[in-house]
């Protein structure tokens, strides 16, 4: 295996790189293989194989293209090479059609991406005591009752306050979007 390369404009090593970009499409590639896959510890075996194909095969991938593209197209062949395997003809997708799905599951990955960089631009620009709210009730798990007490407020007016946070976001979120499309 050839040494570890370094990235300075990125700051990190290959090794620190494939783990990041594996986290962010892991669950796109285990829905394709599972969707390909009918057979549950079939398909656990197959995601291994896609996660070890991958790290094998790091080097080789272009930044120019999506990792999630490219992870799907060799889970793709490790898919293909398991109905091989199991000596069946015929697959329970086609090729093609997994070749769609590929596409399909490449663009829904970029889009989560893009919203995902979009709410957390739209949390930084928060007031404090919104991001302290959002804090208290998603990171840690607190009740309404328990912030309307430590906020020295009621039930009702928490709920409120969440709804218009929430609300707020949404929109800010997709009026980000649309500018990143325009």
């Known amino acids: 295996m050839p040494p570890m390369t370094m990235y300075p404009e990125k700051g990190m090593d290959d090794r620190e790189r494939l783990t990041r970009l594996w986290l962010e499409v892991e669950p796109t590639v285990q829905a394709y293989v599972f969707a390909a896959v009918r057979a549950v510890h079939d398909a656990e075996d197959v995601m291994q194989q896609v996660a070890l194909t991958v790290v094998r095969r790091f080097e080789e991938y272009d930044d ?16 293909m090479d398991y109905y091989r395997k199991q000596g069946r003809e015929k697959l329970v997708f086609s090729e093609t059609l997994l070749r769609q799905f590929e596409v399909a599951l490449t663009l829904t990955q970029q889009d989560r991406c893009a919203r995902q960089e979009a709410l957390e631009r739209c949390l930084d620009r928060l007031p404090e005591k919104s991001r302290q709210l959002l804090e208290m009730r998603y990171q840690k798990d607190a009740s309404i009752r328990s912030m309307a007490v430590a906020l020295n407020s009621t039930a009702a007016s928490v709920r409120v306050m969440l709804f218009r946070i929430r609300n707020l976001l949404a929109e800010s979120v997709e009026a980000e979007l649309a500018r990143e499309m325009s």
Do not use: Q
């Not at 120019?64 to 898919?79: C, D, T």
């Open 64 to 79: 120019g293209r999506p990792f999630v593209a490219w992870a799907l197209w060799l889970a793709r062949s490790r898919i």
